[in-house]
């Protein structure tokens, strides 16, 4: 790997958060054209408003302190009937049955950008305008351009449940209502207004690659309601140890957009972070960059803050979305950004969730595993932040990525196998213990288990009593484990999708599918009597 010529030294590195250092970088860079201008005019020389947050510009907090040579050039103007959007991506508001955000992107600025929206593909009457919210990228080393990208975003509100609509994103210039333009037209459907079987899928650490590709047809394949994205979601750090001096190369952000709209066009994209989504460029706590892109429900405890922290209710079921970095004891960099804030909203929204007669099941799903025995094991300091949490309120199902392998636990409560739960079994949150999945292969390259630790799935059954493993604990130093929680392995590219039933005995069917289409795993939650 090679190491960017604007790289903080690693010894400095080591012992710096990530709002280090983004102060760090915001200084060498403004010295870096302070000098420059002796050289050139202000218009010439590249600009570093990616040392900031986004919001309209990738300006935000502390922008106002840059050096007046850090504005970004002057964006390139191309008619707008040239510019196509691409890397349409739909995520829910904070209420799925009548909010949904449309995402999307265009190569060049555009001129006044909207969404059309109707009931019919050729009645798209509803005209909303869109938000830009632009990032510059400078060139982080001799072999990387300065980049331009320009994400768009129309919030919806006022839809009603249950319904499919139709739309188009456009700009002066490019009319998707457009007959030469109806190709472009998408559609998507909003939560039903009482509880109704559905299917959700999940996954953590996707990229960009034809692994990935092939993961995303199959999980369209399985019309799902919407989709769970666990971080490490395209890999533009390809690094992710949270440090500037990591590889960092922002067109990775366009193919990946343009590789998942086929299917996240349709089905709303639910990310949290991961250790390589922390971009250090771009805001104090790295998450400037999916600020920009993304437009999440702002129902966490600081939106502006902690944009993958948020919840939503989807039939009978609760989902959280948790940013493991806050906690992790692994990659310390963003350890404690938010003050305990994160730990304390959970506690309440897990309350909240439980006590609502209509909420059969909880998830939740975030980075960093709990329970894993491959390559990042497990995390001390997510177990010692949340793990009480989750048992108190009794969460029937928790995703994590971060380790790039499909593996399964049995329920465990209290640390220890509540229940064995083989491939096909049932479990009752209320009385076994929690199911924690590790579902890390989305696309990137696989990781594998230990020596001699061979895969375990349906049809490939290999049973061990225990395993020899680790966890992370404060001091970045891994304790030995010996575990007897690990129950389903697979070493390949895989998925999550579960089907939620309603009614007497509602139940949540997991399942998990390789990049075939082929089942290497399930099993089921029924809960007691509430």
Known sequence: ???????????????????????????????????????????????????????????GEGASAAHPLAAPPAPVRVDGKLVAPFGRHLAFGADPKTQMRISWQVPFAVKSPYV?????????????????RDLHTPALSKKLPAVEQYYLH??????????????????????????????????????????????????????????????????LGQNPSFHLHAGDICYADSTGHGKESDTYDARVWDTFLAQTESVAKSVPWMVTTGNHDMEAWYSPNGYGGQSARWSLPENGFDPAKA?????????????????????????????????????????????ELRADEDIDFVVVFFHHCVYSTSTHASDGGVRDAWLELFTRHQVDLVVNGHNHVYERTDAVKGGE???????????????????????????????????????????????????????????????????????????GFSFLAVEVTVGAHPKMTVSALAESGERIDHFEVVRGTR
């Open 1 to 59: 790997m090679d190491t960017p010529d604007v790289g903080i030294p690693e010894r400095l590195a080591n012992r710096m958060s990530m709002p280090e250092q983004h102060e760090y970088l915001r200084r060498k860079f403004s010295r870096r054209k302070v000098l420059a201008s002796s050289f050139a005019t202000a218009g010439a020389v590249g600009g570093v408003s990616l040392l900031a947050g986004s919001s309209g510009t990738a300006s």
């Open 116 to 132: 059309r929206v109707g009931l019919k593909p050729w009645e798209l009457s509803r005209k909303i305008e869109a938000e830009v």
């Open 154 to 219: 129309a919030a919806l509100d006022g839809l009603e449940p249950g319904t499919t609509y139709y739309y188009g994103v456009g700009h002066d210039g490019f009319d998707p209502a457009s007959a030469e333009r109806m190709a472009t037209i998408g559609s998507f459907r909003t939560a039903p207004a009482r509880p109704e079987t559905f299917v959700f899928t999940a996954f953590g650490d996707q990229g960009v690659s034809h692994h990935a590709l092939a993961n995303d047809q199959v999980i």
């Open 307 to 351: 944009p993958g922290v948020y919840s939503f209710r989807y039939g009978n079921v609760g989902v959280v979305a948790l940013d493991a970095n806050d906690v992790s004891y692994e990659i310390p960099a963003n350890k404690g950004y938010t003050d305990g804030k994160q730990t304390a909203w959970l506690d309440r929204r897990l309350r």
């Open 417 to 491: 196998v509540g229940k064995p739960v083989p491939v096909g079994a049932s479990t009752d949150p209320t009385r076994d213990g929690i199911v924690y999945v590790t579902a890390g292969g989305a696309g990137k390259d696989l990781y594998g288990f230990g020596p001699g630790v061979e895969d375990s799935y349906e049809g490939n059954v290999h049973d061990r009593d225990h395993i020899v493993s680790f966890h992370w604990t404060k001091s970045r130093v891994p304790a030995p484990d010996t575990v007897e929680w690990s129950r389903v392995r697979y070493t």
